[in-house]
């Protein structure tokens, strides 16, 4: 009897948006040797695509996003996360082009991943699903594209996670991508990336209820673990300037402290509320499965060492983005993929972003992001005849 997903998980098998399913006969080869078959990829699409399919924008979603980029979240309620740069008359504007966002294989909204049913056992795959990363996400992209009848894209954009989309795409298909904006993102995973990813890997995998992977069927949910994992990183999402505006050191509900461990800070009682929020509509072992993805990330590598070797004889056009208060991916990341591009004698312009918002000013309202990716994205548009 197939195992049954707990009632606060219905998007990872039944997602409220379009569904791409693919069967044994459309593999998707993976990085870790093997052939994902069946498989589906959920997406979410804005505007309309034009008679020469021409204008198509593909946005890369970062490590808890999903495809609901401009559409209310289905679990939340909440607006699109990307509704500051996507939607009519925005820079991204879904009145000239026709925008796609897929859930990426390994995550939960609805793409294929380990809380998905393993066909071979009829019960959820847990670990058992095979590791993702960051190029097999890429490639279930350019399956879906195809699947769609689009065969290059006029801009592929993403911020952090997405970013490295972003960079995969233009190294795997650079003759399917014409324009590419990674935002707030790097070349690899940082040691420092790393050690942030396992600290919560570890809390999820310490967590009681986590079961060893297998919480779906024994009915539990490491919601501890998870939200623990969640607080961690969303520090990194910060920057101290903007964690002292918002809380300095203010006391939660008055004005001296209690004598517990109860969060008797601002800070504390935000992060815990981000953590119970998350932990509502994200899978554990997604988490452990995508933050992986991003720290096998490693373009040079992949290229003999050689960063500039990855964009060798590409034609896309490039604008790199980062923001002055990012210590997740510092504007030091961003400059090694401007002078691999320089030394690839790829089309590429570069903003740094003044801002003290941190990692998260990507989804924030930043003029002058804002700015810079119009400017960017309206000459290649007149560039691409659009």
Request: proline content about 6%.
């Amino acid at each position: 009897m197939r195992a049954r997903l707990p009632a606060d998980l219905p998007q990872a098998l039944d997602p409220r948006s379009p569904v791409a399913r693919f069967g044994t006969d459309e593999p998707l080869p993976m990085d870790a040797g093997v052939l994902l078959a069946p498989f589906q990829i959920a997406y979410q699409t804005a505007g309309t695509l034009n008679a020469a399919r021409s204008n198509a924008v593909l946005i890369c979603h970062a490590l808890t996003g999903d495809q609901h980029f401009a559409h209310t979240h289905p679990v939340t309620g909440k607006p699109g996360w990307w509704e500051t740069l996507v939607g009519p008359g925005k820079p991204i504007d879904t009145d000239r082009y026709f925008v796609i966002c897929s859930n990426v294989i390994g995550s939960c909204m609805g793409s294929t991943g380990p809380a998905s049913i393993d066909p071979a056992t009829d019960r959820p795959y847990g670990l058992d699903f095979p590791l993702v990363t960051i190029r097999d996400m890429v490639r279930a992209q350019a399956m879906l594209l195809d699947r769609l009848g689009i065969r290059d894209l006029f801009l592929c954009v993403g911020g952090s996670m997405g970013g490295m989309q972003v960079l995969q795409w233009a190294a795997l298909y650079p003759e399917r991508v014409f324009a590419a904006l990674p935002i707030a993102t790097g070349p690899r995973h940082s040691a420092q990336n790393i050690a942030f990813h396992e600290v919560g890997r570890q809390a999820i995998m310490a967590d009681p209820a986590w079961a060893d992977g297998r919480y779906l069927e024994a009915g539990t949910r490491p919601a501890k673990g998870l939200g623990v994992a969640r607080m961690g990183a969303h520090i990194t999402y910060l920057s101290e300037p903007a964690l002292h505006r918002k809380f300095g050191r203010r006391f939660q509900g008055g004005s001296a402290p209690t004598f517990s461990f109860n969060a008797d800070f601002q800070i504390e009682s935000y992060l815990r509320h981000q953590g119970l929020s998350f932990v509502e509509r994200f899978d554990a072992n997604a988490y452990l499965y995508l933050t992986r993805a991003m720290d096998y990330f490693d373009l040079a590598e992949d290229h003999g060492g050689v960063l500039a070797k990855a964009f060798q004889g590409t034609k896309t056009r490039f604008c790199v983005i980062s923001f002055t208060s990012d210590w997740l991916f510092p504007t030091s990341e961003s400059r090694a993929i401007v002078h691999a591009l320089n030394a690839a004698s790829a089309p590429v312009a570069f903003v740094e972003v003044e801002s003290d918002k941190g990692h998260d000013a990507f989804l924030l309202d930043e003029p002058t992001m804002f700015s810079a990716a119009r400017g960017f994205i309206d000459a290649a548009a007149r560039a691409r005849g659009l």
